[in-house]
């Protein structure tokens, strides 16, 4: 069935090192990625999306990378900070209206 | 811009019993979302409107789970009676949705539900 996992469920970096949260997928269909940050307490905070007709996009501190070919989506945060510590989503959207969550990567960033 | 509004925050409730949790989207959003968050796990979606009309409820256990969008805009999402495992987070979402080409979600704090 359809399934959005994530391969580490922890990552633990140094401050200022950069970090690569990865994600696999499994419907080829999906044609829309978004990654989401939800700190403790509150609800998940959109970071960054990509289409299926890009390969990577850019926003600040932030890349998502999206390889169609083995059906596999990363988030690159650079110069990690503290404040990045938090769980990481990733989550697929097949057209329209059902986006499904993966189970999540918790970042840790150590001073 | 306002965003996503959830009621109450948290909500501790014997088993059987009923509650209920508000959600008010972000202005404009024609797409509402509620979600299940268990503990260490990823959102699961439970119900999904699309103005008022539902579009996906495949998930909600609708012996006991209920939900409404009046005129499109605050939702209300009902447990009757509740069971222990249905603690959890439960979180609100919206998005200017399909029909403007933007899926991306917008989520409220949630609700923290501890049924005892």
């Known amino acids: 069935g359809e399934s959005v996992g994530l391969h580490l469920p922890t990552l633990s970096v140094q401050e200022g090192d950069n970090s690569i949260i990865n994600c696999a997928y499994s419907n080829s269909a999906s044609d829309y990625f978004i990654w989401y940050k939800q700190e403790s307490g509150k609800g998940p905070q959109f970071i960054i999306d990509i289409r299926s007709n890009m390969d990577k996009r850019q926003g600040q501190r932030v890349t998502v990378l999206l390889n169609k070919t083995v059906k596999h989506l990363s988030l690159q945060i650079a110069a990690t900070q503290p404040g990045d510590s938090a769980v990481y989503f990733c989550?697929?959207?097949?057209?329209?209206?059902?986006?499904?969550f993966g189970a999540g990567t918790r970042l840790f960033v150590k001073a | 811009e306002a965003g996503v509004a959830q009621s109450p925050r948290y909500k501790i409730i014997e088993k059987r019993q009923s509650v209920a949790f508000w959600c008010n989207p972000i202005s404009g959003h024609a797409t509402l979302y509620w979600y299940q968050q268990i503990l260490g796990q990823g959102p699961k979606l439970l119900i999904q409107?699309?103005?008022?009309?539902?579009?996906?409820d495949s998930q909600l256990p609708k012996d006991r789970f209920s939900a409404e969008r009046l005129k499109g805009v605050d939702s209300t999402l009902k447990i009757q009676p509740a069971k222990l495992e249905d603690s959890a987070v439960y979180l609100c979402a919206s998005s200017l949705g399909p029909d403007r080409g933007r899926y991306e979600q917008y989520f409220g704090p949630g609700t923290r539900l501890t049924v005892t």
């Open positions: 409107f699309q103005n008022n009309g539902v579009v996906d």
């Open positions: 989550a697929e959207n097949g057209g329209g209206f059902k986006t499904i």
